[in-house]
């Protein structure tokens, strides 16, 4: 069976296994929680991880004449029966897929239900190898706690309840909801609901659609399961405008918002932004080695005195390389180059790292950043000129952040991001990409170099680049126009020009 992991090396579908946790910070994580030590509880100095000793399945398991569900469901069963006191009788997991990598290897996921409802996005992964073998886990903590049987709260509230609190964001009266409300179609664990046509609210939303909902535990660090509703809506703002598809986790004990979440999020329009770089304007975006684009790469003639020719830059219009996770390099409505992966700005003065007189490189109108750079300039000559540059630098940090990822640099193995959406590694340490560097190491001569500092997972990595010194530009000015020209050294250093040339 071929499946998007089919030709994934094995470490990189470990990565993934592990980078796949639910976005939403309920529990922690289980991070690399499996043990090949037989000594429990010695994973590492962190005594917070949850140890799980690896182990071969029982000699009654024949790995051989099992298909990879039942391989994993044992598993799941040996790595319960360590922790007795978690599993709940009233627990079960359900196969959400089954993805065959190479060599025979497995990656195998379930959701977990209790009582026949679904844990809100708490999904249960297993990675096996060709063997049968348990090579890597991902879930939450939680689950083999002994906490996790303890009694659950009951559902206080209904369904059309939970759906009242979720119009009232768009000044639903809640009475007028729960009345309007009608029992619809029924699928699966969903129940629809379908609203008087039209339905309008005082705050002049309109609702057309039927809303759907169905009964969930959401895990709560603090709570355990706390039964709940989730619930989609689609909702007009008002009615000129399209309408809004939104989903939501009601407590049904309290009734309050446990989660909310635009679905239209995923390749909207708005976290989408156009750069103008050395780049190429392709769904890949890559960028270009230098200004010369690729005229002197590889070197035409591999002599010295070779001068390329300048190429013009390109609006490049990009949310992230395309790569395994598609996070977006900045948020919507970003008007400065500070994002997830790297704040890019100009280290200009004061003292190392942005402070004021530094420049961030702004938006030129709504989801744009076309500053032109003129290589007939120096490089600091106006702030277009230095917010080109950061755009350019920003630019690279983010489309190598990218390209890394997919081969193994994710939030576990320590790469540089300020959230890591729950999937393990520590965060807060996005870039500081740090243009036209002149405070720092070297301060106050920093030029004609770089440097990169690189502290450990959970601390901002800083790139510093420094200007390079160019030639002096050289003019010659002629009834009152300067004219550029380049330099040489060699031939007469200086001229006599006879009156004769000049025309009257
Ligand atoms: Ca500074
Ligand atoms: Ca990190
Ligand atoms: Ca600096």
Redesign the pocket.
Known sequence: MKSKFARTPLALAISLLLSQAATAALFEPVDLSLSTSAKAGTVGEDTARLSIPMRPLLAGYDAKKLDAESIARAHLGMMFSQQEAAKSSLESFELGSVSALENGANLVQFKRRVNGIDVFREEVGLLLDGDARLVAFRGHGALFAPTAAKSLAVFGLSAVDAAAVALSDYGYDAGVIKQSLQVGRNEGDYQWYDTARGLRSAAGAVNYRPVRTKPVYFPSAAAGLVPAYYVETQVQPDERMAAEYYAHVISAVDGRVLFRHSQQADGSPSDIYTYRIWGEATADGWPQPSPYGRNDTPHPTGLPGFVPSFVAQTDVTIRNKPFSMNDPWLPTAASVTTGNNADGYA?????????A??LRAATTATNQFLHTYNTALEPASSNTQIMASVVQQFYWNNWLHDDYYDSGFAEVNGNAQSNNFGRGGLGSDRILSEGQDN?GTCAPTCANNANMSTPADGSSPRMQMYVFSAVAPHTLTFNSVGYNHGTASFGAQSFNIPATWFRR
């Open positions: 280290d200009l003065g004061g003292v190392d790292g942005f402070d007189g530094d405070t």
